[in-house]
């Protein structure tokens, strides 16, 4: 199954090398601990790439899966748990299409993982799946990148790097009238014989406004409980270039009025 990362997957590490994922997952996890309602600890690491943010729920103590749709993604991660030892289930599944053995206490879906999605159904369609499979009182927290971040962020920028490693080309593209930011990626990855290797693939993601957003949780049966600035705790800014949502499970069958 081709997915459009299994280049990628072998460069991914190095391109978000500047990500502190312990950082990150404390953070989360002070969030989880504010909010949630329930008591279980099964985690459902969503989108969860190579699984550098699962291992560091893992050695929080959270019980994880992981689930990813790149196959590439996926050896990865299970490469790394190996060579550590943590007890980690990976699954490889289309986030809008769950289908999991049993319910999750948390889900986390970070770097911007949602704006791949390029459509408001397929959004709504995911916090309903997220929906299904969490426990009554269990917590769903997500990052995303904001109309502000593809607009005068990223824009329409080339970025180059050559490293040891391999190389890299990423050409950025935002269509304002559609939200839609495209990214050509040209890999050049060295192979045994000293020579490289040249791999492109091109991603999508769509800029998505705070208010739909929240909009598209109540509707699949989710309460939006806060939005912060980034990894913060401040309320987002007019320049955010990052926002964290956090959304509860209110009980199945049960409207969020009657809540």
């Given at each position: 199954?081709e997915?459009g990362?299994?280049?990628?997957?072998?460069y991914y590490?190095?391109?978000?090398?500047?990500?502190?994922?312990?950082?990150?997952?404390?953070?989360?996890?002070?969030?989880i601990?504010?909010?949630?309602?329930?008591?279980?600890?099964?985690?459902?690491?969503?989108?969860?790439?190579?699984?550098?943010l699962?291992?560091?729920f893992?050695?929080?103590?959270?019980?994880?899966l992981g689930?990813?749709y790149?196959?590439?993604?996926l050896?990865?991660?299970?490469?790394?748990?190996?060579?550590?030892?943590?007890?980690?289930?990976?699954?490889?599944?289309?986030?809008?299409?769950?289908?999991?053995y049993?319910?999750?206490?948390?889900?986390?879906?970070?770097?911007?993982?949602?704006?791949?999605?390029?459509?408001f159904?397929?959004?709504?369609?995911?916090f309903?799946?997220?929906f299904?499979?969490?426990?009554?009182?269990?917590?769903?927290?997500?990052?995303m990148?904001?109309?502000?971040?593809y607009?005068?962020?990223l824009?329409?920028?080339?970025?180059?790097?050559?490293?040891e490693?391999?190389?890299?080309i990423?050409?950025?593209?935002?269509?304002?009238?559609?939200?839609i930011?495209?990214?050509d990626?040209?890999l050049?990855?060295p192979?045994?014989?000293?020579l490289?290797?040249?791999?492109?693939?091109i991603h999508y993601?769509?800029?998505?406004e705070?208010?739909?957003?929240?909009?598209?949780?109540?509707?699949?049966?989710l309460?939006?409980?806060a939005?912060?600035?980034?990894?913060?705790?401040?309320?987002?800014?007019?320049?955010?270039?990052?926002?964290?949502?956090?959304?509860?499970?209110?009980?199945?069958?049960?409207?969020?009025?009657?809540?």
């Open positions: 199954m997915t990362y299994e280049a990628f997957s072998f590490d190095q391109l978000t090398e500047n990500v502190e994922y312990p950082q990150r997952a404390a953070y989360f996890h002070r969030l601990q504010k909010y949630r309602q329930s008591e279980g600890v099964v985690l459902l690491d969503l989108a969860c790439g190579t699984g550098s699962s291992e560091e893992a050695k929080l103590g959270y019980d994880v689930v990813d790149s196959y590439g993604m050896n990865q991660a299970m490469q790394k748990k190996l060579e550590h030892n943590l007890p980690i289930q990976y699954i490889c599944q289309d986030m809008r299409e769950l289908d999991l049993g319910t999750v206490d948390i889900t986390v879906c970070a770097l911007d993982s949602l704006n791949h999605l390029d459509s159904s397929d959004v709504q369609t995911v309903q799946q997220v299904n499979v969490t426990e009554s009182g269990g917590v769903f927290l997500f990052d990148n904001t109309p502000y971040k607009r005068e962020i824009g329409n920028t080339t970025i180059a790097e050559n490293r490693e391999g190389s890299f990423w050409e950025n593209e935002f269509d304002e009238e559609t939200g930011n495209v990214y990626l040209t050049f990855l192979r045994e014989d000293g490289y290797e040249r791999d492109e693939e993601q769509k800029a998505y705070p208010e739909k957003i929240r909009e598209l949780l109540e509707k699949a049966g309460i939006p409980l939005v912060y600035d980034a990894y913060t705790k401040d309320a987002p800014k007019p320049d955010s270039g990052r926002l964290t949502f956090v959304a509860r499970e209110h009980g199945k069958g049960i409207s969020a009025e009657e809540k």
